[in-house]
């Protein structure tokens, strides 16, 4: 089973695909995590794409299409976090599946207003290792500074100041929303309301794919 989380940078892609993740064993490709374990690691990729994820831009399409193709296998049961994130990438994709014999089950849209995306990116808060989400005001890790799960340092993701996650924003509106249109008419598409709390969110999200494995 593939399935495709988009929203807005804030809507909870990460926090309901680490949830969903546990709960159906999908893997979770979340490309802004590989991207960021690469930069810290400064490995050739993240060298390449530092520049522009500090600066709230997408990093070019060819680096990133090379970079799910050379992980996602063939029957694979995968949760796509942060990728496709425009038209060319969606064709992409399409094709990659195709080249492997799947295609996506689900696309969920995370729709949140533009407010909130600013004012809950400025407080999200994250592992520097394990990639947890937290949140500076509703969810702080038990320890400050500390994460939960593996003990690594909580950080705020440079991207995540207000100047930067309001440029992320734009191009998320420019590019990633009309994604939204592309796989209304192309696949199998919900909208779940974002806004509601994470777990009136994730029971959403869990109707909808519970009915999808059940269809199918
Ligand atoms: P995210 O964690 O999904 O908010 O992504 C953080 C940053 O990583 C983005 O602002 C981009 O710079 C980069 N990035 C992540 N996914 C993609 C993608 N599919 N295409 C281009 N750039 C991406």
Do not use: W
Request: charged share 25%; aromatic share 6%; with cysteine.
């Amino acid at each position: 089973m593939i399935v495709i989380l988009l929203g807005a940078p804030g809507s909870g892609k990460g926090t309901q695909s680490q949830r969903l993740a546990g709960k159906y064993g999908f893997q979770h490709l979340a490309t802004g995590d590989i991207f960021r374990a690469e930069i810290a690691q400064k490995t050739a990729l993240g060298v390449k794409a530092q520049d522009y994820v500090k600066a709230g831009k997408l990093v070019p399409d060819s680096i990133v299409t090379e970079m799910v193709a050379a992980r996602l296998e063939s029957g694979g049961k995968y949760l796509l976090d942060g990728f496709p994130r425009n038209l060319v990438q969606a064709q992409s994709l399409a094709e990659m599946l195709k080249g492997n014999g799947s295609s996506i089950d689900l696309v969920c849209f995370l729709s949140l207003a533009p407010a909130e995306a600013i004012r809950r990116m400025s407080s999200r808060r994250i592992c520097s290792q394990c990639a947890e989400v937290y949140n500076a005001l509703s969810r702080p890790p038990k320890k400050d500074g500390v994460c939960d799960k593996c003990g690594a340092g909580v950080i705020q993701r440079e991207d995540d100041t207000e100047a930067t996650a309001a440029k992320r924003l734009m191009v998320f509106n420019d590019l990633t929303e009309p994604l939204a249109a592309y796989y209304k008419a192309e696949h199998v598409f919900h909208e779940v309301d974002a806004g509601q709390s994470p777990p009136q969110v994730e029971a959403a999200l869990c109707a909808i794919i519970d009915s999808a494995r059940t269809a199918s």
